[in-house]
């Protein structure tokens, strides 16, 4: 399908494309959110500058995909993003959870080992999902595929190096990484799903089946964490399916605060 | 090769006043944002090209677009449209932007990178090639830091994005 206007022609078509568009954007904007919330606390200055730069060029891919769905005939993009019920919403759960206790303006207790494993895991996953779009049968999102990929290769070389430093690091640091992993695999197969129309989005060649990308990430990791010394634990995805529109309260407060100036005046330009 | 009109001709040079915002002595045309120019009788079509795509200036690049073709006596209507494909990449930067890059303090984008994904730029401000990368990360999504270790001056240089990566 070269257009958005092909794609609409064809019911269940669109309505494959629609479903993975909206776990593409949640998936980013929810994710760039919670990177933002470093901002100002991150551990030394460079790594402020980078982390946010990171959550910047992710929020930047989320305005794409809520775009593509502007396209389709979904709506307004910023309403899209802002305006959608937690139940709308199709990104996985562990990348709504929050950062660690406390908040980003009250005593934020946030935990850097959980931050750079979800980063790190999310990257990789993020990469070969890219790598698969390039090949989309939909046009528009293979093209964004391909921009994507120019950014994320840096996002995935950063989050490579902090997770290799601190899980060979010295002190506390890989006892802290190792918790952080365990906590990130019990629902990081809400990642690597596509949900229950995964099917639906191989057979119109939106993208690859939901078991080879997984399959793909696992060695990957597998690699990873062999070099290291290290195991990756069982996957799991204990809190909800996000994609089902499952969810945790960590989201509704997120998107509390996302939304507080676009729904004080939705009509506003800022 | 299509003969450029007089119309796209003077279009193109409005866009040469379009500075980027963050970057001030250096045109969009320069930059090589601008993938097509269209006229219609007394309406433009700019078809442009996105750097990164969290960039905060896009929004300003584009009313600054809008508002210098208007300045053309028989513009009507200008559309500017960002699109994905082709997807910008750092090799499109001009001779000349590179070179106003450079006076600005920005090392322009590395034309070769290295298999491993390694890239050197010399210091903008005294040539010299003993450089370190301080964060590949900058103050704006397209820029990254470096130290210059022959003149002491840190200094910025553009990331080179390609569809290698």
New interface residues.
Partial sequence: MKTAQEANENKAYKEAVTELLYQLADDDFIHAFRGSEWLGLAPHIEEDVASSSISQDTMGHATMYYQLLEDLGEGDSDELAHGRKPEQRKNAIILEEVNGPGNYLKEPDFDWAFAVVRQYFYAQSKKIRIDSLKNSSYQPLADVAVKVNMELYYHLMHWRTWFSQLVNGKGEAPERMKKAIEKVCKDFDGVLTLGPNAEVMASHGLIEEEKVLKQRWENEMENVFASLGISLPELGMERGNGRKGEHTKDLDGALATLGEVYLSDPAATW | MQMMTTKEASVKSMLQEVKDPEIDSVSVLELGMVEQVQVDDAIVHVQML?T?????ALEIIRANVEKAIKQLEWVNEVKVEFI??P?W?SERVTDIGRQKLKEFGIAPPPKQIGED?EWHVDCPYCGSTYTTM??????T?CRS?LYCKGCKNPFEAM?P???M?
């Avoid at chain 2, 990164?52 to 905060?56: A, L």
Wanted: proline share 17%; with cysteine.
């Fill in positions: 996105p990164f795509m969290g960039c905060p994905y494909q997807p990449t994904g301080d964060n590949i990360f900058g103050p999504a830091i990331k994005v390609s569809t990566m």
